[in-house]
Nanobody, 119 residues
Framework: QVQLVESGGGSVQAGGSLRLSCAVS????????VGWFRQASGKEREFVGR????????TYADSVKGRFTISRDNAKNTVYLQMNSLKPEDTAVYYC????????????WGQGTQVTVSS
């Protein structure tokens, strides 16, 4: 089992920055990936980006590429989502998730943290 706890959400004006954290605990192996997703009110959940637990390889959705950066600190078992140049359309509940291997289901989820970007 893997447990994930997000933190760092809040309110910010357009153009500002926020950093979200995802504390990971439990049995996580090098093959795992940790991803960030978001869900705006009335919309479906969408993929934001992903990082491999072992090698730190990242992938991003086109909508955030160049503005968001995912990193991890294995010593702290924490994955970060640095969000810069925020836009009102980035407003959503952000979730971190874990998958056992690339292409597998995202089986483990955190409780989410709200990010609100005002214009």
């Amino acid at each position: 089992q893997v447990q994930l706890v997000e933190s760092g959400g809040g309110s910010v004006q357009a153009g500002g920055s926020l950093r979200l954290s995802c504390a990971v605990s439990g049995r996580i192996f090098s093959s795992y990936g940790v991803g960030w997703f978001r869900q705006a009110s009335g919309k479906e959940r969408e993929f934001v980006g992903r990082i491999t637990w072992s090698g730190g390889i990242t992938t991003y959705a086109d909508s955030v590429k160049g503005r968001f950066t995912i990193s991890r600190d294995n010593a702290k078992n924490t994955v970060y989502l640095q969000m810069n140049s925020l836009k009102p359309e980035d407003t959503a509940v952000y979730y971190c998730s874990a998958q056992e291997m690339y292409g597998r289901r995202w089986d483990y989820w955190g409780q989410g943290t709200q990010v609100t970007v005002s214009s």
